[in-house]
């Protein structure tokens, strides 16, 4: 059974830091990445990242390039979500993903963000 457990989040002032953490259990060979999403009231979910497990590569979107970073530790099945020069629009619910990749017989590969967490929240202070 795949679970995902964040862990991390809190309450911080603007200009701070914090490090959020993702444990995943039941983890198997398809698992092709992780994503970090943020949830708002009132608004879409935000993607915010992600990595893979093989390479480690990484793509962040710009409103939080350069200030937030994820890495993972493979041998302890957990991704990383460093997050500095926090603003107050960082707000909401942060949420980890894993995503999957199948192939197809005839070599057609689908990813999806297959598995969630139940998100830990983060609180920026003006």
């Known amino acids: 059974q795949v679970k995902l457990v964040e862990s991390g989040g809190g309450l911080v002032q603007a200009g701070g830091s914090l490090r959020l953490s993702c444990t995943v259990s039941?983890?198997?060979?398809?698992?092709?990445?992780m994503g970090w999403f943020r949830r708002t009231p009132g608004k879409e979910r935000e993607f915010v990242g992600r990595?893979?497990?093989?390479?480690?590569?990484?793509y962040l979107p710009d409103h939080v390039k350069g200030r937030f970073t994820i890495s993972r530790d493979d041998a302890e099945n957990t991704v990383y979500l460093q997050m500095d020069n926090l603003k107050p629009e960082d707000t909401g619910e942060y949420l980890c993903?894993?995503?999957?990749?199948?192939?197809?017989?005839?070599?057609?590969?689908?990813?999806?963000?297959?598995?969630w967490g139940r998100g830990t929240q983060v609180t920026v202070s003006a």
């Open positions: 993903a894993a995503e999957t990749l199948t192939t197809t017989p005839q070599g057609r590969e689908t990813r999806l963000f297959e598995y």
């Open positions: 990595i893979t497990w093989s390479s480690g590569s990484t």
């Open positions: 039941g983890r198997t060979p398809s698992f092709y990445g």
